[in-house]
């Protein structure tokens, strides 16, 4: 069975730094990653989707990372502005869409 | 662009009442599913749908039921609600095929007391 984890559960640091955030997955056999922010009350809204066959995947201040086969994904946030605030999930297509997600980080960017 | 659509956004069922969390896409995508969130438990898959009149279960599919109709509706009913199933739902719809990037809807925050 599939499963995803997210390190640190919670992160704080100030505006201006670099964020990195990782997600592992035990099954090498996925379709793509997709991470998502989710701000508290709201619903889910997708960031980067990385297909199994790419390395990475880029969006403005935003790089996201992949490698299968140690089962492991990063995304990069550069500049942390308070606005970046939120929690993160990475979410695992091993088949069917069927997502399974990592429990997540939340993150605090201080003025 | 309305993207995936839930209603209601927040709801107080009594324990046994039964109700519907409605979930509309407009992106013409073939799969939807449903998710719940709960504090220490991630996002877990009830149902899902690869396209109109396909259903089947999820991880955690019981005390819920789905039907699929049309492309754009998927509705999730629960039959007699629980206590256990207070949590927020968030609907979700993607293409079947080439790159299924996931779209959620702003969920609903179901209250069963």
């Known amino acids: 069975k599939q499963e995803v984890t997210q390190i640190p559960a919670a992160l704080s640091v100030p505006e201006g730094e670099n964020l990195v955030l990782n997600c592992s997955f035990t099954?090498?056999?996925?379709?793509?990653l997709q991470w998502f922010r989710q701000d508290p009350g709201k619903g889910l809204t997708s960031l980067l989707l990385i297909q199994s066959s790419q390395r990475e995947q880029t969006s403005g201040r935003l790089n996201a990372s992949l490698d299968k086969s140690s089962g492991r994904s990063t995304l990069y946030i550069a500049a942390s502005q308070p606005g970046d605030s939120a929690t993160y999930l990475c979410?695992?297509?091993?088949?069917?869409?069927?997502?399974?997600f990592g429990g997540g980080t939340r993150v605090l960017v201080k003025p | 662009n309305a993207g995936v659509t839930q209603t209601p956004k927040f709801q107080v069922l009594k324990t046994g009442q039964s109700m519907t969390l409605q979930c509309a896409q407009d992106m013409n995508h073939e799969y939807m599913s449903w998710y719940r969130q709960d504090p220490g438990m991630g996002l877990r898959l009830i149902h899902y749908s690869v396209g109109a009149g396909i259903t089947d279960q999820g991880e955690v599919p019981n005390g819920y039921n789905v039907s699929r109709s049309t492309t754009e509706d998927f509705p999730l009913r629960l039959l007699s609600a629980a206590p256990s199933q207070t949590s927020v739902y968030f609907c979700?719809?993607?293409?079947?095929?080439?790159?299924?990037?996931?779209?959620f809807g702003q969920g609903t925050r179901l209250t069963v007391v």
């Open positions: 099954d090498s056999a996925i379709y793509n």
């Open positions: 979410a695992v297509n091993a088949a069917g869409n069927k997502l399974t």
């Open positions: 979700a719809s993607s293409y079947q095929t080439g790159m299924p990037e996931a779209f």
